[in-house]
């Protein structure tokens, strides 16, 4: 498995490149413009699989028409966050000075759902709290297994809660889903450095107590 972050848009938001030995592959959150991508992909032949989201804000989402095109089978968004794509006043752009929307996605994405891109194989977590179609990705190809975590869990801190559709006791059971997960296993964030299970057990403020 092959992982590439590309920092993206007036937030840096981490885009991520996912992609297999063959070349098949996918990209998470386009959040600003994405002309590097787009060029890193065509340089190495990346067959690019899917767009998927793991949430609505417009950090996420305002590179989605950009890349789209590359995209052999769309866009993948939860159905709860489904409609923040369209609408600059639910993805809150229209509060901030470039409002961004987008066509709706081929994908309404559900937990517990598999999908498989080449040799990889990425399970839909549904992880509300920071939105309520909040979403990880557990990504497995062979023996190798990554979890990219969208706004739900960074290094040392998690997704705020305070905005619509922000709901702190979602998010903790969200959180406890996670804390299920092996300590070695890797976690790349939408914001901030990569983590691993295990570190935020043991140092994330936020982490649930165990029962």
């Known amino acids: ?75 993948g968004i939860h159905e709860f966050d489904a409609p923040m794509l369209e609408k600059p006043e639910l993805n809150l752009s229209l509060f901030l000075s470039k409002p961004c929307a987008a066509a709706p996605a081929e994908m309404m994405l559900k937990d517990g759902q598999v999908l498989e891109m080449g040799s990889l194989r990425i399970e839909v977590i549904h992880t509300p709290g920071h ?12 023996e190798e297994n990554i979890l990219l975590s969208g706004d739900t869990l960074f290094a040392r801190s998690v997704g705020r809660t305070d905005l619509p559709g922000g709901d702190p006791r979602a998010l903790e059971v969200s959180l406890r889903k996670l804390a299920q997960m092996p300590d070695e296993l890797k976690v790349f964030p939408g914001h ?9 057990r043991v140092n994330n403020p936020f982490w649930p107590t165990e029962n």
């Open 1 to 75: 498995m092959n992982i590439k972050r590309f920092p993206l848009g007036d937030l840096w938001t981490n885009g991520y490149l996912v992609w297999d030995s063959r070349g098949i592959g996918f990209f998470v959150d386009p959040g600003g413009p994405v002309d590097e991508v787009i060029e890193f992909i065509e340089n190495n032949q990346i067959q690019l699989e899917m767009v998927l989201l793991t949430h609505g804000h417009s950090d996420h989402i305002c590179g989605v028409e950009g890349i789209r095109p590359l995209a052999k089978k769309g866009v």
């Open 131 to 142: 939105t309520k179609g909040s979403c990880c990705f557990l990504v497995k190809d062979q």
């Open 192 to 200: 901030g450095p990569e983590t691993v299970i295990g570190a935020e």
